[in-house]
């Protein structure tokens, strides 16, 4: 349908929805700069310059463990990690409880998931656009490794799946089964601060955290990307095939993103064996001189 036929009532449709993906960035914005008050008493950290030589021996020198030094350098990048982990984990609580209650207060929508809609779910969605344009931002600015790459496909493979449901007003069910992921990522997010606190593997919060990480990486991310992968197979063949096409490369990308993951986690917190596990970050210290701030030690947590 092209823009030109549609009628008043679509236009404002679609003004609603603009409006309320705005209302979602600037909420996550200003949160993200909050945190950053809160945490470290600054709104922001110094851009990454992705071509320049001293950034990139910067960002390599940060990778390093410092455990011989007194007092160990701060560094902005982990910084704003911690903030950056602080506003996902809380849309991740928003959006992965969201997602599991309409799963179980709209069961109808697992008999037909690419016709199903309801208005109240897709409010999910504009939620979860607005914070992904937050996040990609974010990144753009700040993130100087070669981790942005993974985490930018990621985020362009999610936000068109977003438009495809909003644009179409189809795979609303697909689009609330994926979100289920996000259960997950509450605790991916929770693991990962802990992580760039320093935290003790050791530690019975560290191990409840890495167990429950593991319990709902594999029931709903690995089961959800399963389901959806047969889903596409049994109804490939009744839909319009540009809609296959998205739904495939969309379903399949995610899947291969988790498997992926799922390995990191594994390896990393020792349950493929100790010679793959990361070695326990060294504890972080209290720098006086910078008013009590934490100063964080370098800990390289990619998951």
């Given at each position: 349908m092209m823009f030109i036929d549609w009628e008043q009532d679509q236009w404002e449709r679609v003004g609603i929805a603009?409006?309320?993906?705005?209302?979602?960035?600037?909420?996550?914005?200003?949160?993200q700069y909050a945190v950053r008050w809160y945490l470290f008493g600054k709104w922001s950290f110094p851009w990454f310059a992705y071509f320049s030589d001293a950034a990139r021996n910067e960002d390599a020198e940060s990778m390093q463990e410092v455990s011989a030094l007194a007092t160990p350098p701060r560094t902005p990048h982990k910084k704003w990690r911690i903030s950056n982990e602080a506003v996902s984990l809380l849309h991740s609580a928003i959006s992965g409880?969201?997602?599991?209650?309409?799963?179980?207060?709209?069961?109808?929508?697992?008999?037909?998931?690419?016709?199903?809609?309801?208005?109240?779910?897709?409010?999910?969605?504009?939620?979860s656009t607005g914070y992904l344009l937050h996040d990609l931002l974010d990144l753009l600015i700040n993130e100087g490794s070669l981790r942005i790459l993974e985490?930018?496909?990621?985020?362009?493979?999610?936000?068109?799946?977003?438009?495809?449901?909003?644009?179409?007003?189809?795979?609303?069910?697909?689009?609330?089964?994926?979100?289920?992921?996000?259960?997950?990522?509450?605790?991916?997010?929770?693991r990962s601060l802990l992580n760039l606190y320093g935290w003790s593997k050791a530690s019975s919060t560290y191990r409840f955290i890495s167990l429950m990480n593991m319990l709902t990486l594999f029931i709903f991310r690995m089961a959800v990307s399963v389901y959806l992968l047969v889903w596409q197979i049994m109804t490939c063949w009744d839909l319009v095939w540009y809609y296959v096409l998205v739904t495939f490369v969309v379903i399949l990308s995610l899947g291969i993103t988790n498997t992926v993951l799922a390995y990191r986690v594994l390896a990393a917190d020792g349950y493929l064996g100790e010679s793959r596990a990361r070695l326990p970050p060294p504890p972080p210290v209290i720098d006086s001189k910078d008013g009590g701030n934490l100063v964080l030690v370098t800990v390289d947590t990619e998951e």
């Open positions: 603009v409006v309320q993906v705005i209302i979602s960035f600037c909420f996550f914005r200003l949160l409880i969201w997602a599991l209650s309409a799963c179980v207060l709209y069961p109808q929508m697992f008999s037909n998931m690419h016709t199903w809609y309801n208005s109240s779910t897709s409010y999910l969605i504009l939620m985490l930018l496909f990621h985020h362009v493979v999610v936000l068109t799946a977003f438009y495809t449901t909003l644009s179409s007003e189809k795979f609303l069910g697909v689009v609330v089964c994926g979100l289920l992921m996000e259960v997950n990522s509450i605790f991916l997010h929770s």
